[in-house]
């Protein structure tokens, strides 16, 4: 089977992409789509859990969203920097898979890490198109890019209806069990705004975003492209 997406999402850890848009991944995965996310980082530097723990719930995460394909490139965490070599290895992600569509996290955010992401992508995106870049893999020009929110929420160009994708992003939250479950009772257990509510905060973010069109469950986008549509 080809190695071709139709969607291609970049999260700095495994976990961002289904905090800011599990809902629309899982919506287009069950429409057919062709969907797969790319952590840039191991979240070797989380509080809690392991490496190979996280790897593990972001499988189980990945198949509960009904991913077609998950890759990690090992780059370090906390170490995202703006250059050459990281910017190769996520363009090559690019050239590999052939996205249609390219989601990156939005570039304001708490976390640097997010921030960094976003513009790594951005330029990824960017060098993809350029033949004469590394010109042993074929260019690929992607149609669009867009940003999804993490932890802080800025004006919409697009809002995608979730309400009824919603439960499955929960699960596929939820899978990541040493990030979000309080788990007090463990020795090497660290209390972080993660395990402190975080997922109510997601649903509350998400209630949040459906209701300028009266929806019970929303994800917002932002494009630096118009949105263009086809009326008839």
């Known amino acids: 089977m080809s190695e071709q997406l139709d969607i291609l999402v970049f999260g700095a850890h495994p976990d961002d992409a289904e905090i800011g848009m599990g809902g629309t991944i899982y919506k287009h995965s069950s429409a057919g789509q062709r969907v797969g996310i790319c952590d840039l980082t191991y979240a070797e530097m989380s509080s809690n859990g392991t490496v190979e723990i996280r790897q593990q719930e972001a499988a189980l995460a990945a198949q509960i969203l009904g991913l077609s394909a998950r890759s990690n490139l090992g780059l370090p965490d906390r170490g995202l920097w703006m250059s050459p070599e990281s910017v190769k290895e996520i363009t090559l992600e690019i050239r590999k898979y052939k996205p249609r569509i390219v989601f990156a996290p939005y570039w304001e955010d708490r976390h640097p890490d997010h921030i960094a992401c976003s513009k790594l992508v951005q330029e990824a995106v960017f060098n993809s198109k350029l033949r004469r870049y590394e010109p042993e893999t074929a260019a690929h020009t992607v149609e669009q890019i867009y940003f999804y929110f993490i932890n802080d929420i800025y004006e919409s160009d697009l809002l995608v209806d979730i309400t009824g994708t919603h439960d499955v992003k929960m699960q596929a939250l939820k899978a990541y069990r040493t990030q979000f479950e309080a788990a007090g009772a463990a020795n090497d257990f660290v209390r972080t705004p ?12 998400d ?3 459906g209701q300028k069109h009266m929806l019970p469950y929303a994800e917002g986008f932002v494009s630096k492209l118009p949105y263009l549509i086809d009326l008839f």
């Open 194 to 205: 993660l395990n402190q509510g975080y997922l109510e905060r997601v649903e509350a973010k």
């Open 207 to 209: 209630r949040m975003l």
